[in-house]
């Protein structure tokens, strides 16, 4: 069974940064795109930024050029390095793996969600 622990949420002001980190457990991790999602109060969870097992990213056009993700195959971990933190990036993160041969997802697993506060 993979698990997935987020850690590194919490309140920050306007402005701030943070540092996401996402370990997983079982040996998916290397295959696997990784991703952070958020969802914050009475909205849909939303991409945030993901990398592929190659090293690809993508990111939400709303934390292009203020948030980073990473990933070390060695720990099994991805990060999520977050600058210039804004109030409307105020939800809960949740990390997620996935992996996907044409259309078959072979596994989707998520965490467990960290809060994010961003004080204006």
């Known amino acids: 069974q993979v698990q997935l622990v987020e850690s590194g949420g919490g309140l920050v002001q306007a402005g701030g940064s943070l540092r996401l980190s996402c370990a997983a457990s079982?040996?998916?991790?290397?295959?696997?795109?990784m991703g952070w999602y958020r969802q914050a109060p009475g909205k849909q969870r939303e991409l945030v930024a993901l990398?592929?097992?190659?090293?690809?990213?993508n990111y939400a056009d709303s934390v292009k050029g203020r948030f980073t993700i990473s990933r070390d195959n060695a720990k099994n971990t991805v990060y999520l390095q977050m600058s210039s933190l804004k109030p409307e990036d105020t939800a809960v993160y949740y990390c997620?793996?996935?992996?996907?041969?044409?259309?078959?997802?072979?596994?989707?697993?998520w965490g467990q969600g960290t809060q994010v506060t961003v004080s204006s």
């Open positions: 997620n793996a996935n992996r996907k041969i044409f259309t078959t997802t072979l596994y989707d697993y």
């Open positions: 079982g040996s998916i991790f290397s295959d696997a795109t």
């Open positions: 990398i592929t097992s190659g090293g690809s990213t």
